[in-house]
């Protein structure tokens, strides 16, 4: 009888994995165990480390040595999980790629860097040498195919002379053994091109057209990969916008051209936004080469190198336009006279602006400049513009674990009615935390500035343009609004400007009969809100 060889798939079983360990027997010990995870194989104690990996490097060799060797149509123990030994996190999307295994299977032993695990494994070759401390122990045979029997086709049937077959047959070889083809993989139907959450038709014409959309679908699925570029975002909503327009006048409707106009919105806001955190926007309207509110039109190019780069406290417009909102609303509501009662109830203002309630620590207080504070709180919860659960005392004394709750009556907005600021819940900590940092300035505690010193400090952020010039239109601030935003005397307000001064706020200050005028150091200048006229 002859064999034939067959190309049947030859089922795999599991590939054998023990691991022998090292670890503490008891804490505060030197004693160690060595256990396996055989069941057959008892847990041994050892007096030191070194006796017990003494013995767990001998315990692996005798399973090696007694183990059989590794059994050729074994399934890769290493693939089974996933190729976790060696497939980074990052690469989780790719380990069940078939190129990722092959070759003979082995018996690995894999050590750990420390000394605290040995891990025998029946795995391809390709998991082995990729695997990080993995030695071949054995390698398997080759695996030969399966044969089967067939009729000779030169035996005769019984009552005749004459063979079956008459054409000769070739004589049977020894097949060389080798492993049987693993199946291919299926392949997948390609996925069909997208930009956002829409699809991009085949049919689409022009073809220049399709591919700009692909390709701008493909930039801003690798654009959320990478770090933020504000400026590399705008250019795709500009070029998005193009496109869709484009789109809609090929017969893709009028819900195309909407998205392109809000794709353009999109990229006139990112823009702005950039050149806010880069500092470069303009001060002066009316520039031949910016637009509406002093920005750069399409060609102008001279506004935007007009000053250094700042990275701002606060980076938008719309943030500036809250802090002043905030200053104006305690100058108008404070219920006590004075800059410390001024500067206290804004601080007040700011930390319950949302929903009338916040949480305060001693900290928050003292770090006011306040000539008495505990007398100023009692004289706020006196009159009843604020509440407290207990002392005046007791809130100066609490610490961040046990903030006290307090209230401000005034700006608990009514049922079904709006508080009287516009701002959300997630701006409200960004203006606090942008006052705490102007008053809590390094130089003006060391410097040990005074409440109303803190108090113009903050007013003369809010009234600056974008290089940190005093005043709308560069021409100083008026008196009448340093008056009405730091209640002091005329003769006392020379007396603060000197303090800023000194303590590195201001350059070439000067103090007139018609107002101040001067500018923002450097230093402080990411601390300012520039005015928009």
């Known amino acids: 009888m002859t064999q034939v060889t067959t190309t049947e798939p030859v089922e795999r079983l599991v590939g054998r994995t023990w691991i022998v360990r090292l670890d503490a027997a008891a804490r505060g010990s030197a004693a160690v165990r060595v256990s396996c995870s055989r069941p057959a194989c008892a847990v041994q104690r050892w007096p030191s480390a070194a006796e017990g990996r003494a013995a767990a490097v001998a315990h692996l060799k005798a399973h090696l040595k007694a183990a059989p060797a590794p059994r050729a149509q074994a399934y890769c123990a290493c693939k089974a999980h996933e190729c976790s030994s060696h497939v980074r996190p990052a690469e989780r999307r790719q380990r069940g790629e078939p190129w990722r295994c092959g070759g003979p299977v082995v018996l690995a032993v894999v050590t750990d860097r420390e000394g605290r695990w040995w891990q025998a494994m029946e795995c391809c070759a390709r998991c082995a040498a990729a695997t990080p401390g993995a030695t071949t122990a054995a390698t398997a045979p080759p695996l030969r195919p399966q044969s089967t029997p067939r009729p000779d086709p030169t035996a005769t049937v019984a009552g005749t002379s004459a063979p079956l077959f008459s054409d000769p047959q070739p004589a049977a070889t020894d097949a060389t053994a080798v492993p049987a083809p693993r199946p291919r993989p299926e392949r997948r139907r390609s996925l069909p091109s997208r930009i956002g959450q829409r699809t991009i038709p085949h049919s689409l014409r022009p073809t220049e057209l399709r591919d700009e959309l692909i390709a701008l679908g493909d930039l801003f699925r690798s654009y959320q990969q990478r770090e933020p570029d ?58 031949p080469d910016t637009g509406p509110a002093g920005m750069e039109s399409p060609g102008g190019t001279a506004a935007m190198d007009c000053g250094p780069v700042v990275q701002r406290q606060l980076t938008v417009r719309t943030q500036w336009d809250h802090a002043r909102s905030v200053l104006t609303y305690a100058a108008d509501h404070a219920p006590l006279p004075g800059p410390q009662a001024r500067l206290l109830t804004l601080m007040l203002t700011l930390r319950t602006a949302h929903t009338g309630t ?143 001064t000194q303590a590195d706020w201001l350059i070439d200050a000067a103090l007139a009969d018609t107002g101040l005028t001067g500018q923002l150091t450097e230093r402080v200048l990411p601390l300012a809100c520039p005015l928009w006229t």
């Open 358 to 500: 916040g949480n305060l620590v001693g900290q928050d207080i003292t770090a006011l400049g306040l000539t008495d504070p505990e007398d100023l709180i009692e004289d706020l919860t006196g009159c009843g513009w604020l509440q407290l659960p207990g002392t005046a005392g007791e809130l100066l004394a609490s610490r961040p674990e046990n903030a006290t709750p307090v209230t401000v009556p005034s700006l608990v907005p009514d049922e079904g009615k709006a508080g009287p600021f516009t701002f959300g819940r997630k701006m409200r900590p960004k203006l606090s935390g942008w006052a705490q940092k102007v008053i809590s300035d390094k130089k003006l505690r060391k410097a040990k500035a005074t409440a109303a010193t803190r108090l113009l400090a903050l007013t003369l952020a809010t009234q600056t343009d974008t290089q940190g010039r005093l005043g709308p239109g560069v021409q100083g601030i008026a008196l009448t609004a340093l008056a009405a935003a730091v209640p002091v005397d005329p003769g006392e307000l020379e007396h603060l400007v000197d303090q800023l």
């Open 230 to 287: 504000l400026a590399t975002l705008a250019d795709l909503h500009e070029r998005k916008a193009r496109a869709f327009a484009a789109w809609a006048d090929a017969g893709g409707g009028s819900v195309l051209r909407d998205e392109a106009a809000r794709s353009q919105q999109a990229a006139a806001a990112i823009r702005l936004q950039h050149e806010h955190r880069a500092g470069r926007t303009v001060s002066s309207p009316g520039h």
